[in-house]
């Protein structure tokens, strides 16, 4: 997609140098947003690029953060030390903006739903080795009991999910 040209408005632009790509009137100069200080010509060319070719660049740059992990942890490094006190800013602003969105009652429930989770991962191990092992008496009711505690607690929590719930 070729980038339509940009009128020249003295709100949001003035002329500056030439770009880094070349992009440039009969005078030498490029237009420039006052803002952002960035080529004009430039910018519609990001802006109107196609999702298929932004998605080729994506590929290509994990392709080559693949390739060239040491190359891609240094210049990680060297980006998050030059840029250390926004970053930890970001980091901060993302912590608060993520506990604001989660109630106290969506809190329970999630912590409600990982423990309930790893009871049926221990409830599905025990029924496997009910089935494909041989087990004395005191082993057998053992694993009942412990089957009937995990069905137990099991029950009151989904009673608790669906107090939130409703």
Same mark, same amino acid.
């Given at each position: 997609?070729?980038?339509?040209?940009?009128?020249?408005?003295?709100?949001?632009?003035?002329?500056?140098?030439?770009?880094?790509?070349?992009?440039?009137?009969?005078?030498?100069?490029?237009?420039?947003?006052?803002?952002?200080?960035?080529?004009?010509?430039?910018?519609?060319?990001?802006?109107?690029?196609?999702?298929?070719?932004?998605?080729?660049?994506?590929?290509?740059?994990? /392709?080559?953060? #693949?390739?060239?992990? %040491?190359?891609? &942890?240094?210049?990680? =490094? !060297?980006? $998050?030390?030059?840029? +250390?006190?926004?970053?930890?800013?970001?980091?901060?602003?993302?912590?608060?903006? /993520?506990?604001? #969105?989660?109630?106290? %009652?969506?809190? &329970?429930?999630?912590? =409600? !739903?990982? $423990?309930?989770?790893? +009871?049926?991962?221990?409830?599905?191990?025990?029924?496997?080795?009910?089935?494909?092992?041989?087990?004395?008496?005191?082993?057998?009711?053992?694993?009942?009991?412990? =089957?009937?505690?995990?069905?137990?607690?099991?029950?009151?929590?989904?009673?608790?999910?669906?107090?939130?719930?409703?």
């Amino acid at each position: 997609m070729i980038p339509t040209k940009t009128p020249f408005n003295p709100l949001k632009h003035y002329v500056g140098k030439a770009c880094k790509h070349g992009h440039v009137d009969e005078n030498n100069e490029s237009t420039r947003y006052l803002t952002t200080s960035t080529c004009v010509e430039c910018a519609n060319y990001r802006y109107n690029k196609t999702p298929e070719a932004m998605n080729k660049q994506a590929v290509h740059s994990r /392709n080559w953060q #693949k390739k060239n992990k %040491e190359a891609f &942890a240094i210049i990680t =490094l !060297r980006y $998050r030390e030059k840029h +250390r006190e926004q970053s930890l800013a970001n980091n901060l602003l993302r912590y608060h903006a /993520n506990k604001l #969105k989660t109630t106290p %009652e969506q809190h &329970a429930l999630t912590l =409600l !739903r990982r $423990r309930n989770h790893k +009871r049926r991962k221990v409830e599905l191990e025990l029924r496997t080795r009910l089935e494909t092992e041989t087990l004395t008496s005191k082993q057998l009711d053992s694993i009942n009991r412990r =089957l009937a505690n995990i069905q137990a607690q099991l029950q009151q929590e989904e009673a608790v999910l669906l107090h939130y719930v409703d």
